[in-house]
T-cell receptor, first 116, second 116 residues
């Protein structure tokens, strides 16, 4: 099956620091990767869509300078939360598409970010 | 864009009984409907999906039905077991974006609890 690895699983940082989250497709080339944010007991909210080698497409209301996305290869996308603040604390989840069944999104295990 | 509504938000079922979760969508162009299971602190896992050219799909104890005319689809879990306890999300893609990337819009989730 298609495996998506996301690291770190948990990060605690001080306010004002930047945090980088990695998302890797381990056994397939991901033509598209997605980044979601999920608050407790809520649904997944799409933040941005990224295609390898091109700029990410951000959803309305998501600050592209705050949430930097790099999709440098077909197996790796990174999300950097710049100058993190307590309100950025959330569960961030990536997904990748392009596996054996090309329309299916395979999700990573998520990253819980806590900003002190 | 696509609008997905999911009901109920919580569901408690006696072990061995069946559980049904329903979703409605707004965009008649949607043609792919996945269901994801999310356990606490983890990323969503695809459990079953259905395409618009069929009305029902079954995989062991899990089935999904689709009514395109009414624009709703349902998840059915039979012979429920304690390990079925989780949050379940439905999703629909809506129309394709400029890149041909179907962005999934998720329902609000159903917290299913199986009572031993």
């Amino acid at each position: 099956g298609a495996v998506v690895s996301q690291h770190p699983s948990r990060v605690i940082c001080k306010s004002g620091t930047s945090v980088k989250i990695e998302c890797r497709s381990l056994d397939f080339q991901a033509t598209t990767m997605f980044w979601y944010r999920q608050f407790p007991k809520q649904s997944l909210m799409l933040m941005a869509t990224s295609n390898e080698g091109s700029k990410a497409t951000y959803e309305q209301g998501v600050e592209k300078d705050k949430f930097l996305i790099n999709h440098a290869s077909l197996t790796l996308s990174t999300l950097t939360v710049t100058s993190a603040h307590p309100e950025d604390s959330s569960f961030y989840i990536c997904s990748a598409r392009g596996g054996p069944a090309k329309n299916i999104q395979y999700f990573g295990a998520g990253t819980r970010l806590s900003v002190l | 864009g696509e609008n997905v509504e999911q009901h109920p938000s919580t569901l408690s079922v006696q072990e061995g009984d069946s559980a049904v979760i329903k979703c409605t969508y707004s965009d008649s162009a949607s043609n792919y409907f996945p269901w994801y299971k999310q356990e606490l602190g983890k990323g969503p896992q695809l459990i079953i999906d259905i395409r618009s050219n069929v009305g029902e799909k079954k995989d062991q104890r899990i089935a999904v039905t689709l009514n395109k005319t009414a624009k709703h689809f349902s998840l059915h879990i039979t012979e429920t077991q304690p390990e079925d306890s989780a949050v379940y999300f439905c999703a629909a893609p809506g129309r394709e974006s400029n890149f041909g990337n179907e962005k999934l819009t998720f329902g609000t989730g159903t917290r299913l609890t199986i009572i031993p």
